[in-house]
């Protein structure tokens, strides 16, 4: 156990794997999202207080971050992370500043989405194994087969 895991953030050991990873993405999402958010009025207006916000809000994002690690997979979290953001972006970036996409744009994105979530939710992903908050996977290198590594020349 490393020193920092009392400042990770616990959820219970009853919550199962894919409601802690929903969780994660979606509050992953909306700490990016507020941090946008906080750096578009900045840019806008020069804003010190959501350049001081935005700070905070990406603080707080990356200690959420580091805590949805211990239970969920890397690749699963930021994918699902991902996907729930660029939806935000989207909305908001419509809602609050007005922007449009066209109607091929739109198209692209949701085929994007489309795979992006085929990616997380396809059976054999990542959530569907069981993890217990310790039990962190060990790093495996796998030795490339003799044929693929190429000879080096004599003399060198």
């Known amino acids: 156990m490393s020193t920092l895991d009392p400042l990770l953030i616990r959820l219970p050991d009853s919550w199962p794997l894919p409601v802690v990873a929903t969780v994660a ?9 507020l941090g946008a958010v906080a750096a578009k009025v900045w840019a806008q207006d020069g804003n010190r207080g959501a350049l001081v916000a935005g700070a905070a809000i ?4 990356f200690w959420v971050y580091a805590s949805a ?7 699963v979290v930021t994918m699902g992370w991902i996907v729930l953001l660029q ?5 908001v970036d419509r809602v609050q500043f007005g ?17 992006q979530g085929y990616l997380l939710l396809a059976p054999g992903s ?7 908050p310790g039990d962190r996977p060990a790093m495996t290198v796998t ?12 003399g060198r």
Request: no cysteine; aromatic share 4%.
């Open 126 to 132: 990542a959530t569907d194994e069981t993890r217990v």
């Open 99 to 115: 922007a449009t996409l066209p109607a091929g744009k739109l198209l692209a994105v949701a085929v994007i989405l489309v795979a």
């Open 69 to 75: 690690l211990q239970y969920a997979e890397l690749a």
């Open 143 to 154: 030795a490339a087969p003799a044929s693929a590594v190429p000879a080096r020349p004599a």
């Open 87 to 91: 939806v935000g972006i989207i909305v």
């Open 25 to 33: 993405m979606a509050a992953l999402a909306a700490l990016d999202l």
């Open 58 to 61: 990406f603080g707080l994002l």
